[in-house]
T-cell receptor
Framework: GQQVMQIPQYQHVQEGEDFTTYCNSS?????IQWYKQRPGGHPVFLIQ?????EVKKQKRLTFQFGEAKKNSSLHITATQTTDVGTYFC??????????????FGKGTKLSVIP | DAGVIQSPRHEVTEMGQEVTLRCKPI?????LFWYRQTMMRGLELLIY????????DSGMPEDRFSAKMPNASFSTLKIQPSEPRDSAVYFC?????????????FGEGSRLTVL
């Protein structure tokens, strides 16, 4: 079955430093989504990338989708304490019978030291 | 919009008891998903419904788990009998698109502890 690997599992950064998390799929994806989960909270949708090589920005967050549509990254510039949480990628692929399956990576837990 | 509503938020029960978790998706959403989250296994898809019909239940761990969606505004996930290894946070999510595509909107989760 489809597998989505995400690294690193944990990342501790000093406030103001940059942060990057990487996501790799075992299969070609139709799209990739990113979610953020604050401690004790629930996953919240951030963005979806669909096109090969696509790059999207949301303020200090930059999302990339690989040319082969099998990998993606999320980069945060100049982290702030409000960035604390776990960032999940989720790869969507056709699973047959007219439906799609969304598989989540294990997430990268970001800690920001003030 | 109220978002996805789950109940109960917390449940503590003893091994062998029946547990029923409830979910009200966002009105107008066509897809509904049940996920389980643990430290060891992360977010696992248990089952998803499209237009109230179960499409993929391959993630349901075993016969002790069952899920229903009797109408577009309500779903239940039942565990009978419960076991300590079922302890986890169970999330319900709904999506505005068909066939499992598009983004998901998660509820706040039901934290289950089985003693």
């Amino acid at each position: 079955g489809q597998q989505v690997m995400q690294i690193p599992q944990y990342q501790h950064v000093q406030e103001g430093e940059d942060f990057t998390t990487y996501c790799n799929s075992s299969t070609t994806l139709s799209n990739i989504q990113w979610y953020k989960q604050r401690p004790g909270g629930h996953p919240v949708f951030l963005i979806q990338l669909v096109k090969s090589g696509e790059v999207k920005k949301q303020k200090r967050l930059t999302f990339q989708f690989g040319e082969a549509k099998k990998n993606s990254s999320l980069h945060i510039t100049a982290t702030q304490t409000t960035d604390v949480g776990t960032y999940f990628c989720a790869g969507q692929a056709y699973s047959g019978a007219g439906s799609y399956q969304l598989t989540f990576g294990k997430g990268t837990k970001l800690s920001v030291i003030p | 919009d109220a978002g996805v509503i789950q109940s109960p938020r917390h449940e503590v029960t003893e091994m062998g008891q029946e547990v029923t978790l409830r979910c009200k998706p966002i009105s107008g959403h066509n897809s509904l998903f049940w996920y389980r989250q643990t430290m060891m296994r992360g977010l696992e898809l248990l089952i998803y419904f499209n237009n109230n019909v179960p499409i993929d239940d391959s993630g349901m761990p075993e016969d002790r788990f069952s899920a229903k969606m009797p109408n577009a505004s309500f779903s239940t996930l039942k565990i009978q009998p419960s076991e300590p290894r079922d302890s986890a946070v169970y999330f319900c999510a709904s999506g505005p698109r068909d066939r499992g595509t598009g983004e998901l909107f998660f509820g706040e989760g039901s934290r289950l502890t089985v003693l």
